[in-house]
């Protein structure tokens, strides 16, 4: 039966149908030739159920409020800033294209977003610097994807809605892990700016410097406002959403006024196109997960792997990456996250590992797996947005994939990396 299942979803998704398809025809396959007794109007109610949470309606506001930066004067602020204060260092701009984008990121919650507002004004200036343009789209793309792990993060709400964890804990216990990331990235940069002798930038004045900073400080009110509402405890991760929806629309419309009435009907015709693709796949999901819950799947699946591990929490951990990082390789994060997680939750239980911890190393793997060939969504994000074929866009990746996996072993063998902060704002 796991078989059939596995064909004809392989099957849909090579014939190009969207990710929902195979999702629902798997979940319709199991119920009717394994599961006859259940009725099908079950599925309906699973679906209803999966997008109920009420962390989910985070979702669209953060995808606004990205929107409405990207659009607006938001990510030229923040570039600025870290160009002026890092640019004179040797490798400092890349350096500066990697920090930029992770404080995008911790703006705005999307990598897709984070792509093509820094991608957009940082790819001539490290072209025109002497860089080549491989190296230079895989730091946009792989510097981008720190977005899903420097809250707010949009893939940490769906792991934390499917698992069953605090989506506030997720949020605080990925800032470490994100600033390590950035960390090693800086260092990558450096070393390739030696390398290949590559000129630095003039240093700016500090009167340069002062003006960049004020002109960012309002921009950076945003991570305040998210991870310091959170930590704080005056604010759920949807209502720190909704904050920051009104202060990018303060920012961006009211002070900055880059934003008018009409550019708003476009901003919130494309939130809710973005909306509805995240809320059809985890509805999709729940349906999916609901079958093969009911058909005794991953007890199936999960059972010989947990015999491999035994009660090795770092085995099982490193088993959970591996699986993650396979399938983000093919498939939409999201989608993985969906599918995955409730396979592996009989896993986790028995090695007796923190939720919280698994979360950060999910995410990050969907980090990898959005930048990692052959369907990594930003590197096709990566092609629209500034033309250049797909072999161009995937060479420059290893160095950073590497990084990346470093970072994750990292995580599996000191997860104080990830906990501490969640210990220190939660009491643990």
Known sequence: MIAIVITVMVVLLLLGFPLKVPL????????????????????????????????????????????????????????????????????????????????FGAVSGSTQATV???????????????????????????????????????????YGVVAGVSVGELFIAGILPGVMVVALFSVWCYIYSRWHRIPTEPRAPWSERLLALRKALLPLGFPVIVVGGIYAGLFTPTEAAAMAVLYAAILELGIYRTLGLRDL?????????????????????????????????????????????????????LAIAVIYFIGCMFLDPVVVILIVTPLLAPLVTATGLDPVLVGVVVVLQAAIGS??????????????????????????????IMILLLATLLLIYFPSIALLLRDLAFGY
């Open 265 to 317: 009907l476009e901003v919130a015709r494309s939130t809710g196109v973005v909306t509805a693709v995240v809320f059809i796949l985890v509805a999709s999901g729940q349906a999916f997960a609901y079958t093969i819950s009911f058909a005794q799947i991953p007890q199936e699946l999960i059972a010989p792997l947990v015999g491999a591990v035994g009660h090795n929490p770092e085995l099982a951990l």
């Open 116 to 158: 093509v507002a820094m991608g957009t004004p940082l790819r001539p200036r490290l072209l025109q610097a002497g860089y080549r343009d491989s190296f230079t789209l895989a730091l946009i793309v792989n510097a981008s994807d720190v977005a899903l792990l420097i809250p707010p993060s949009i893939g940490m709400i769906v």
């Open 371 to 400: 930048a990692t060939p052959p369907f990594g969504c930003d590197l096709f994000t990566a092609m629209a947005v500034f033309r250049r074929p797909y072999t161009e866009v995937i060479r420059g990746t290893p160095p950073f």
């Open 24 to 103: 629902l025809a798997g979940a319709l396959t199991l119920l009717f030739l394994e599961l006859p007794f259940l009725d099908a109007s079950s599925l309906v109610r699973q679906m209803i159920s999966g997008i109920t949470p009420v962390v989910l309606s985070a979702v669209p506001l953060f995808i606004l409020a990205a929107d409405l930066m990207t659009r607006g004067r938001t990510s030229r602020s923040l570039l600025d800033l870290v160009s002026a204060t890092l640019g004179h260092l040797r490798g400092g701009l890349p350096i500066t294209a990697a920090v930029s984008c992770a404080l």
